[in-house]
């Protein structure tokens, strides 16, 4: 679709026929250091992703208490999925987390990326919006725990100062999620802003001297000029970081662990506790495997709704 | 699309280097006949078990013990993952909420034999402890090595500007009606932000400086350090044939009236807001800063609260209830055997000798927690009153009898999976106490259909 051969039909033609066959035996060369290089993680591959996937997909169909061998029970664990609420009201959870971080963090990323592009290129301005980033998410986690905290907390101390009721962040049901949200976005918008960044740079120069030219305003050139143009970039990013948002789990687990009562019981950490507290790896297997189904879908979606493989700069 | 294929590769390596150094933990195969792996939680019993574990060399040259620690939560998931994959330790410290389901499983190794064969004295423990491993199907399953109560932390400069005196604290009355002298000490521990008590007029109950009484959450299943010793002495049982609970009575009337009457104190302004104490760190660093006068805690905890600098704290019994005298839970910990250890005689010979006074005298000096050897007490009270705790009210229940045991059973689990939601959302004011009948129904069902 987009001209991009790199061989172009004129450089074939000049070496001709005698040259052709040197160069399939360098590509075959290189196809086997290529292997060698594959081969340790397709093996990582195999034995920690498609082999649990599958002997996941079998428990699924099991009833499995992890210390006994499993029993096969047909359906009788996707039925009993249907019924349960605790199922329903960690998905309809875990979409709440997922469309608030997914939405703060794309936006707050397009718009570190647009202020890094047009003000500055600086190394240290972007290792510092990466900074974030780099700290595990366990650590990241509780620092804003102590921070949040009702009574003790630093945050609740500001706000105290500034006249406004401190707020139990972690506490209040309706206030869980997007605390938790809202943690993960000050820790991925940086990584997901240099992606994005990447993505601006990408953009040739003479579209935006095109458009200057045509008088349009800062304003109309983002909406009209880059956002478009970014896309596949922007697409790409969502898909990923939308799979990682659905799998949110470790913010949960060191600090509402699901609580209060029912408001943080993201999927993930259900089908966490459902397995490895419960001991109930076969209803657990199933629920992972909703989960699977329900990812690729909307994968696939976003994929073909934005377009994914195809670039207005044609 | 290059990127999430890139991380996945990445993903891969790490997953096989992981793989490789989890290869290196307990090596069956790799390590001497007479070495034992040993796991604990608590890294502040570390130091008193590297002693132990030298001591038993010396004795048992034949035998060498590994320790691990890890912390409580990895703890748990590791020691299972280590069950599935037979890299468990061969002895590891057991709690009366985890084991009834390994010893289900098959898990952990019953010791009657051993322990009539070497004519151990199960005479030297605190009374009722061995007991306390003794699983649902009649088999003993371990040796107890400490054991615990609840007792009032409370902040001393608190109670002194309050003009509460130590004999007013240490002799409270609670019924589930007024809360008795409790409640009114706490009401007049409670101060407002403008430096009323809650037994002033003006009292402000929304807008709280100090509460009186701190809690870290709603207690699910057991209530163990919030409402336990109030549901006990109100004459309440937690189950049918204590501590194996068949059918449990979350239902009952003198229950909910108890859980009634502690969520009373939120809306009184006494205690914060369910929501307010779940948004915390935790309730003893909320304490440490002064924002608590009493928070209940066990005995566990003493290492903790000495280490808040901030505050003075000193202990006071718990309250005389309805029924006569005062409760508290009793628990303890004992130390099991895997049941896929190559090495039994080894980490008998372990259990054994950390179930003797030579052992628990080290643990004992230590003054961390309580040794489950009654004569070694003494030196446990010693050291802890060097560090300038005088614990006797965590004493006195057990010395006159006065203890029931933590809720065990095989289901704990899935109790908890139940209880904990249930209690939350009455703290929360979002159910009535009445609505843990419902709680209680799906808790017996659980029950019936593992039984």
Request: with cysteine; aromatic share 12%.
């Amino acid at each position: 679709m987009t001209a991009t051969t790199n061989a172009p039909p004129t450089s074939r033609r000049s070496h001709g026929e005698a040259t052709a066959l040197p160069r399939k035996r360098r590509s075959l060369g290189d196809l086997k250091v290529a292997m060698i290089f594959l081969a340790p993680a397709t093996l990582g591959f195999v034995v920690f992703y498609i082999w649990p996937t599958l002997r996941g997909a079998y428990l699924s169909f099991t009833e499995y208490s992890l210390l006994q061998a499993p029993n096969f029970n047909g359906l009788a664990n996707y039925e009993r999925m249907v019924q349960d609420s605790l199922f329903w009201n960690a998905l309809v959870v875990t979409v709440e987390y997922v469309v608030i971080n997914i939405g703060v963090q794309t936006v707050l990323a397009v718009g570190i990326a647009m202020l890094m592009y047009r003000l500055t290129h600086s190394i240290t301005v972007r290792a510092v919006v990466l900074l974030p980033y780099l700290v595990a998410n366990v650590v990241v986690a509780l620092v804003w725990y102590w921070m949040l905290d009702f009574q003790v907390g630093i945050v609740n101390q500001g706000l105290t100062w500034l006249g406004i009721d401190p707020v139990a962040f972690f506490g209040e049901s309706q206030w869980a999620i997007p605390t938790i949200a809202g943690i993960n976005v000050w820790r991925h918008m940086g990584y997901t802003a240099l992606l994005v960044f990447a993505g601006l740079q990408m953009i040739p120069k003479y579209v935006y001297e095109a458009a200057e030219v045509d008088g349009s305003t800062e304003w109309k050139t983002f909406w009209r000029i880059t956002l478009p143009l970014l896309r596949p970039v922007l697409v790409m990013v969502l898909v990923v970081t939308m799979i990682g948002s659905f799998q949110i789990f470790d913010t949960v687990a060191v600090t509402t662990a699901g609580g209060p009562i029912n408001a943080t019981r993201v999927i993930y950490y259900y089908i966490f506790e459902r397995a490895f507290t419960r001991f109930d790896f076969g209803y657990a297997s199933a629920m992972a495997m909703v989960l699977f189904a329900i990812l690729a879908v909307v994968s696939l979606l976003q994929l073909r709704l934005l377009r994914a493989k195809e670039s207005d700069l044609a | 699309m290059t990127m999430s294929r890139r991380t996945l590769l990445k993903a891969g390596f790490a997953g096989l280097a992981a793989s490789a150094v989890a290869g290196c933990n307990n090596g069956a195969a790799a390590r001497g006949e007479g070495e034992v792996i040993y796991w604990l939680w608590d890294s502040a019993q570390l130091p008193m078990y590297t002693e132990c574990a030298k001591v038993f060399h010396e004795q048992n040259p034949q035998y060498t013990v590994k320790i691990e620690q890890y912390g409580w939560n990895d703890y748990w998931s590791k020691l299972v993952t280590g069950f599935i994959s037979e890299t468990a330790p061969d002895v590891f410290t057991g709690h009366s909420s985890k084991y009834p389901l390994f010893a289900d499983k098959g898990q952990v190794l019953a010791i009657d034999d051993f322990v009539a064969r070497d004519n151990v004295d199960l005479g030297i423990y605190q009374k009722g402890l061995a007991d306390r491993w003794i699983g649902a199907d009649g088999k003993r399953y371990g040796l107890p090595k400490d054991w615990d109560t609840e007792v009032y932390f409370y902040n001393s400069a608190l109670t002194e500007a309050a003009g509460i005196s130590t004999e007013q604290l240490n002799s409270m009355t609670w019924n589930p009606q007024d809360g008795g002298t409790f409640e009114q000490i706490v009401r007049r521990l409670t101060v407002d932000a403008k430096g009323r008590r809650g037994d002033q007029p003006g009292f402000d109950k929304d807008n709280v400086q100090v509460y009186g009484l701190g809690y870290a959450d709603a207690g699910g299943g057991d209530g163990q350090t919030s409402w336990s010793w109030y549901a006990a002495i109100n004459g309440w049982k937690y189950s049918e044939g204590e501590p194996w609970g068949t059918r449990f009575f979350y239902g009952d009337p003198k229950f909910t009236e108890t859980i009634g009457w502690w969520r009373g104190l939120i809306t009184k302004g006494y205690m914060p807001t369910y929501a307010q104490a779940k948004s915390g760190v935790d309730v003893t660093t909320s304490f440490g800063a002064g924002k608590y006068a009493i928070t209940p805690n066990g005995s566990w905890m003493l290492g903790t609260y000495a280490g808040l600098k901030q505050v003075k704290t000193k202990l006071a019994r718990l309250p005389i209830g309805p029924i006569g005298k005062r409760m508290s839970m009793m628990n303890g910990l004992a130390d099991t055997i895997w049941a896929g250890t190559t090495r039994r005689d080894a980490s008998w010979a372990w259990v054994k000798f950390l179930g003797s006074q030579t052992a628990q005298d080290i643990v004992a000096r230590a003054g961390v927690v309580f040794p489950a050897v009654a004569a070694s007490m003494p030196a446990a009270k010693a050291a802890f009153a060097k560090a300038g705790w005088d614990v006797t009210p965590f004493l006195e229940p057990v010395e006159a009898g006065d203890v029931f045991p933590y809720p065990a059973n095989p289901n704990a689990a899935d109790v908890t999976a139940v209880m904990t939601p249930a209690m939350d959302a009455v703290m929360s004011f979002e159910a009535e106490p009445a609505s843990l009948a419902e709680a209680n129904d799906e808790v017996n069902q659980i029950l019936s259909a593992n039984a």
